[in-house]
Every structure is written in C-alpha cells, then in structure tokens.
C-alpha cells in the first residue's frame, strides 16, 4: 500500500514559480512511475508529465514543455513538480499518481492517488 500526499500548492502571480511535493508513504515508491495530473473547474483531468521510477526517463504535456521539471528522490520517497513562468491557465488542483509497470504515459489504471493540492495563478 503507499498513500501519497501532495503539498506545495499556493497562490503566485503570473511569471512566478512554485514547486509541488507529492510525498508517499511505503517502502515501495521507487518500483512506481510517477505522473502529475490537473484539474481545473469544469474541465477533464489532464496529464502534465510523469517521471520514471528511477528518474531517468520524463515526459511533459505540450502545454508545460519548458516550463515544468519533474524529479524524484526515491531516498525521500518524493517526486516533485518544479513549475516556472507560471500562467493564470495552469491554475488547477494538481494530483500525484503511481503506476507500476513499463514507463508510459497511456496508463490505463493507476495504482495509488493523492488527495491533490491547489494552484491559483493571478494575472
């Protein structure tokens, strides 16, 4: 079982930065892919990027490409969402998900979800 959290959410101006954690509990973190989803009101959930389990390999949504990093520390059982020159349309409650399995972003059924964390982008 792991149960993930995410922190780091707030409320920046447009052009400013914010780096999301989503930290998971179990000794198993690193055999998980990780991948941050958003959503914003009245729109689907959207993927942003994921991270492979060992960090090596990453892929972003074509709408952050540039602008957002993922990372991990599977030391820390953590990956992070860095988010640079932020935009009024990334705001969204971001989400954290494990999938086991071979790194892709067509992931049909994830393993475990985060209860996700808010970020609010002024103009």
């Known amino acids: 079982q792991v149960q993930l959290v995410e922190s780091g959410g707030g409320l920046v101006q447009a052009g400013g930065s914010l780096r999301l954690s989503c930290a998971a509990s179990?000794?198993?973190?690193?055999?998980?892919?990780m991948h941050w989803f958003r959503q914003a009101p009245g729109k689907e959930r959207e993927f942003v990027g994921a991270?492979?389990?060992?960090?090596?390999?990453?892929d972003y949504a074509d709408s952050v490409k540039g602008r957002f990093t993922i990372s991990r520390d599977n030391a820390k059982n953590t990956v992070y969402l860095q988010m640079n020159s932020l935009k009024p349309e990334d705001t969204a409650v971001y989400y954290c998900?494990?999938?086991?399995?071979?790194?892709?972003?067509?992931?049909?059924?994830?393993?475990?979800w985060g209860q996700g964390t808010q970020v609010t982008v002024s103009s």
């Open positions: 991270v492979s389990w060992s960090g090596r390999f990453t």
């Open positions: 998900a494990a999938a086991g399995g071979v790194f892709t972003t067509r992931v049909a059924v994830y393993d475990y």
């Open positions: 179990g000794r198993t973190f690193s055999n998980y892919n």
